[in-house]
């Protein structure tokens, strides 16, 4: 059964820093590209970044670039995205995603607040 349970949200002031996790089970993440989608209040969800199956290749929306980075740990079985320079902008819940065998997988989400 899959299953992702994401992590590490919270209320952050502007400039400042954070890291999402993103614990999978049921399936190996190294073989699977892991999205990081986020929502903000009233908004669509929205693309945030990956990290592309059998490599350590990564992409990053174009908000986000150059203060997102994303990684994982296959020991752990377990994404990160870790958050520099957040704007108040960046507010919304992310989600960590996947799709297997043409099925989609979601996480719960972890809200992150950036306000002074």
């Known amino acids: 059964q899959v299953q992702l349970v994401e992590s590490g949200g919270g209320l952050v002031q502007p400039g400042g820093s954070l890291r999402l996790s993103c614990a999978a089970s049921g399936f190996t993440i190294s073989r699977t590209t892991m999205n990081w989608y986020r929502q903000a209040p009233g908004k669509e969800r929205e693309w945030v970044s990956n990290?592309?199956?059998?490599?350590?290749?990564?992409n990053y929306a174009d908000s986000v670039k150059g203060r997102f980075t994303g990684s994982r740990d296959n020991d752990k079985n377990t994404v990160y995205l870790q958050m520099n320079s957040l704007k108040p902008e960046d507010t919304a819940v992310y989600y960590c995603?996947?799709?297997?065998?043409?099925?989609?997988?979601w996480g719960k989400g972890t809200l992150v607040t950036v306000s002074s």
């Open positions: 995603h996947c799709r297997r065998y043409g099925m989609d997988y």
């Open positions: 990290i592309v199956s059998f490599g350590d290749q990564t």
